[in-house]
C-alpha cells in the first residue's frame, strides 16, 4: 500500500506563490510516476503536473506551463508543485497521486493514477 500525503495549500493573493508538499509512503515506487490535479467547485479534476519517480521527465497542463514547477526529491520520498503567479482560477483542491505501472508516456487521466492523497485547498484571492 502507498500513502500520500499532501501539505502546502493555503490563502495568497493573485501573483503570490505556494509551494505544495506531497509525503510519499509505502511500497517502493522507483518506477512510479507522479502526479499533481486540481478541482475546482463544481468542476471535474484535471491534470496540472507529473514526474517520474526515477529520471526526471515532467509534464505540465498547459494552463500552467511555465508557472508551476514539479519535482522530488528521493532522499525524503517527497513531490512538490511549486506555484508561481498564482492567479485566481487556480482556486482549488490540489490532490498528489501515484501511477504505480506507467507507461512510456506519463498519463494524464485521473483513472491512470492508483493512489490519491485526501487533497489540499489552494485559494487564490483578487
Known amino acids: 500500500q502507498v500513502q500520500l500525503v499532501e501539505s502546502g495549500g493555503g490563502l495568497v493573493q493573485a501573483g503570490g506563490s505556494l509551494r505544495l508538499s506531497c509525503a510519499v509512503s509505502?511500497?517502493?515506487?522507483?518506477?512510479?510516476?507522479m502526479g499533481w490535479f486540481r478541482q475546482a467547485p463544481g468542476k471535474e479534476r484535471e491534470f496540472v503536473a507529473a514526474?517520474?519517480?526515477?529520471?526526471?521527465?515532467?509534464y505540465y497542463a498547459d494552463s500552467v506551463k511555465g508557472r508551476f514547477t514539479i519535482s522530488r526529491d528521493n532522499a525524503k520520498n517527497t513531490v512538490y508543485l511549486q506555484m508561481n503567479s498564482l492567479k485566481p482560477e487556480d482556486t482549488a483542491v490540489y490532490y498528489c497521486?501515484?501511477?504505480?505501472?506507467?507507461?512510456?508516456?506519463?498519463?494524464?487521466?485521473?483513472?491512470?493514477?492508483?493512489?490519491w492523497g485526501q487533497g489540499t485547498q489552494v485559494t487564490v484571492s483578487t
Open positions: 509505502g511500497r517502493t515506487f522507483s518506477r512510479y510516476a
Open positions: 497521486a501515484a501511477d504505480s505501472d506507467p507507461s512510456l508516456l506519463i498519463s494524464r487521466k485521473v483513472s491512470a493514477y492508483d493512489y
Open positions: 514526474i517520474r519517480w526515477s529520471g526526471g521527465s515532467t
